[in-house]
């Protein structure tokens, strides 16, 4: 319970991070590889590398 106050912004930011991804991933139709299963699936069961692979390898850029 000490270290508690040192996890919490840990926790708010992978906590961010998800539904960053989530909104962007059911907002968006392209990705570009895998498909929306694979991505909500890695971010949701990942984290938060899962995340983190979205924006970097899976979201398409315009």
């Keep these: 319970m000490n270290n508690l106050p040192l996890f919490i912004p840990l926790i708010l930011l992978e906590v961010g991070l998800d539904v ?3 909104i962007h991933i059911f907002r968006h139709q392209n990705y570009r ?3 929306r299963i694979l991505w909500v699936l890695l971010t949701l069961l990942v984290n ?4 983190i692979l979205y924006f ?3 979201r398409e850029t315009y």
């Design 56 to 58: 970097v390898v899976g």
């Design 48 to 51: 938060p590398i899962g995340a």
């Design 20 to 22: 960053a991804a989530l």
């Design 33 to 35: 590889t895998g498909n």
